[in-house]
């Protein structure tokens, strides 16, 4: 298919701005979303991504409903302090693209995405191709990773595993975090369906990380078909909490305790199993380093700013709140303690704020609902339309709240900024204001609060 949306005139160049070539990049493709392999795999070839991943690197790739950017983290950050050059490829972003491609957890600069952009973009016209967005940008994160000369590749799939543009690399290493009921459009409306599109990341002979006690059929079968060594949380590693600083880490080889990292436990156990079924070379003494040091914005991201307690989590379907609220409950009890033994409490009770919005296509009715029935002290929900097309309105979001909550718990506004400022304002020092919800949810709140100009 040729490039008909826009004309060479318009295309960018090496002197471009990083902010002109994404915006050119959304307009290339008519479709923001456009599953498969077909237009993709030629440029990939003519780039020669493919075939330097297979000859030079090793490659975790990491798919799954949930947990996938816990998961790449800390694969990532153990392979780093091993020693690996490790390349890390995530989406979406929250505050700035560059987010979406590390090396040794440095995010690569403007300069290096331009110039992989130009080569994609020139690779593109060759092949007489037009791509979406996310493959423009996948293609120009895997040229990058090629010409950093990379050991380790870990790398986040996008949307589902098999059609994913991601899919085009071989792993040596596949992980599946769990399989739940997102995305109904594009991957189905049952596990079985979304599991055979998540085990699309299997190759013959590799050996495959499932994070979950429960697989689906469609898995156990591409497990069979590529006689794939699995290994299965809950069956050949497990994980328990020791106290708040230590947690315990088994699998039938070792046993382990090791630092509490600041990410989920069902997460980094699943990275560690990863991590130590692999070649590479990982001693002890690079897991703890890599534990202790590991962070990722907007996972159970914990922080005090503007004179109050912040909790943001990108928690954006029901297994996703799931994982919230088992932090978050113990979190609560450890703030309302702490709270409740400061002299200069107000006489207010001590509650939870949300700033809370979700995109149209998620199942916004089974997200408040686990929210709301979770026994939090939750007095308010400021909510607002997120700036993107998939955007759910601030009506549509009153509205499924109203079946939940008071109508004078709900406060409304046009934009995240102007609901990031209410919230200050509508709060105490002593509250919790947890920010969920979607990626884009957590991104504008937190550009809100770093323009700090809330007052």
């Given at each position: 298919?040729?490039?008909?949306?826009?004309?060479?005139?318009?295309?960018?160049?090496?002197?471009?701005?990083?902010?002109?070539?994404?915006?050119?990049?959304?307009?290339?493709?008519?479709?923001?979303?456009?599953?498969?392999?077909?237009?993709?795999?030629?440029?990939?070839?003519?780039?020669?991504?493919?075939?330097?991943?297979?000859?030079?690197?090793?490659?975790?790739?990491?798919?799954?409903?949930?947990?996938?950017?816990?998961?790449?983290?800390?694969?990532?950050?153990?392979?780093?302090?091993?020693?690996?050059?490790?390349?890390?490829?995530?989406?979406?972003?929250?505050?700035?693209?560059?987010?979406?491609?590390?090396?040794?957890?440095?995010?690569?600069?403007?300069?290096?995405?331009?110039?992989?952009?130009?080569?994609?973009?020139?690779?593109?016209?060759?092949c007489a191709l037009t791509l979406s967005f996310f493959e423009m940008t996948t293609l120009a994160a895997l040229l990058i990773f090629a010409e950093?000369?990379?050991?380790?590749?870990?790398?986040?799939?996008?949307?589902?595993?098999?059609?994913?543009?991601?899919?085009?690399?071989?792993?040596?290493?596949?992980?599946?975090?769990?399989?739940?009921?997102?995305?109904?459009?594009?991957?189905?409306?049952?596990?079985?369906?979304?599991?055979?599109?998540?085990?699309?990341?299997?190759?013959?002979?590799?050996?495959?990380?499932?994070?979950?006690?429960?697989?689906?059929?469609?898995?156990?079968?591409?497990?069979?078909?590529?006689?794939?060594?699995?290994?299965?949380?809950?069956?050949?590693?497990?994980?328990?909490?020791?106290?708040?600083?230590?947690?315990?880490?088994?699998?039938?080889?070792?046993?382990?305790?090791?630092?509490?990292?600041?990410?989920?436990?069902?997460?980094?156990?699943?990275?560690?199993?990863?991590?130590?079924?692999?070649?590479?070379?990982?001693?002890?003494?690079?897991?703890?380093?890599?534990?202790?040091?590991?962070?990722?914005?907007?996972?159970?991201?914990?922080?005090?700013?503007?004179?109050?307690?912040?909790?943001?989590?990108?928690?954006?379907?029901?297994?996703?709140?799931?994982?919230?609220?088992?932090?978050?409950?113990?979190?609560?009890?450890?703030?309302?303690?702490?709270?409740?033994?400061?002299?200069?409490?107000?006489?207010?009770?001590?509650?939870?704020?949300?700033?809370?919005?979700?995109?149209?296509?998620?199942?916004?009715?089974?997200?408040?609902?686990?929210?709301?029935?979770?026994?939090?002290?939750?007095?308010?929900?400021?909510?607002?339309?997120?700036?993107?097309?998939?955007?759910?309105?601030?009506?549509?979001?009153?509205?499924?709240?109203?079946?939940?909550?008071?109508?004078?718990?709900?406060?409304?506004?046009?934009?995240?900024?102007?609901?990031?400022?209410?919230?200050?304002?509508?709060?105490?020092?002593?509250?919790?204001?947890?920010?969920?919800?979607?990626?884009?949810?957590?991104?504008?709140?937190?550009?809100?609060?770093a323009a700090d100009n809330l007052n």
């Open positions: 298919m040729s490039d008909s949306t826009v004309s060479n005139s318009n295309i960018p160049n090496e002197h471009s701005s990083l902010t002109e070539w994404l915006d050119y990049m959304q307009q290339i493709h008519v479709s923001a979303i456009d599953m498969g392999l077909s237009r993709v795999l030629p440029v990939a070839e003519a780039l020669g991504v493919v075939q330097s991943a297979k000859d030079d690197a090793y490659v975790f790739t990491v798919a799954g409903t949930n947990g996938k950017g816990s998961t790449t983290a800390v694969i990532a950050q153990i392979c780093q302090a091993a020693g690996y050059k490790t390349a890390l490829y995530q989406s979406p972003h929250l505050s700035v693209f560059n987010e979406r491609v590390r090396i040794n957890g440095e995010m690569v600069s403007d300069e290096t995405l331009i110039d992989a952009f130009s080569k994609v973009e020139a690779a593109r016209l060759q950093a000369d990379c050991d380790v590749w870990v790398l986040e799939v996008g949307l589902g595993g098999r059609l994913d543009v991601v899919n085009i690399i071989d792993p040596d290493m596949a992980v599946i975090t769990n399989i739940a009921i997102d995305h109904v459009d594009w991957l189905g409306d049952n596990v079985e369906d979304i599991g055979r599109e998540k085990a699309g990341i299997l190759r013959d002979g590799i050996t495959l990380v499932y994070g979950d006690k429960t697989m689906p059929a469609s898995v156990q079968q591409a497990i069979a078909t590529h006689q794939a060594t699995c290994y299965q949380a809950g069956q050949d590693f497990n994980y328990r909490e020791v106290d708040t600083d230590v947690w315990q880490y088994s699998n039938a080889a070792v046993t382990m305790q090791l630092p509490r990292p600041a990410l989920s436990l069902t997460n980094t156990s699943n990275a560690l199993s990863a991590v130590l079924a692999s070649p590479l070379n990982i001693d002890k003494s690079a897991i703890e380093q890599a534990l202790q040091t590991v962070k990722l914005a907007g996972r159970f991201d914990y922080r005090e700013t503007h004179n109050r307690h912040w909790l943001f989590d990108v928690a954006h379907n029901e297994q996703g709140v799931e994982f919230l609220l088992a932090q978050l409950l113990p979190l609560w009890q450890q703030h309302l303690a702490t709270q409740n033994s400061c002299a200069h409490l107000s006489s207010k009770p001590v509650s939870i704020k949300m700033l809370f919005s979700m995109l149209g296509d998620k199942d916004i009715k089974k997200v408040v609902q686990r929210l709301t029935e979770a026994g939090l002290p939750i007095s308010d929900w400021f909510i607002a339309e997120i700036d993107y097309p998939r955007a759910a309105s601030t009506e549509k979001l009153q509205g499924i709240l109203t079946s939940y909550v008071d109508s004078a718990q709900i406060h409304e506004f046009r934009r995240l900024s102007e609901a990031t400022a209410a919230v200050i304002k509508g709060s105490q020092a002593q509250d919790l204001i947890v920010v969920c919800g979607s990626f884009h949810t957590i991104g504008e709140a937190l550009a809100a609060l």
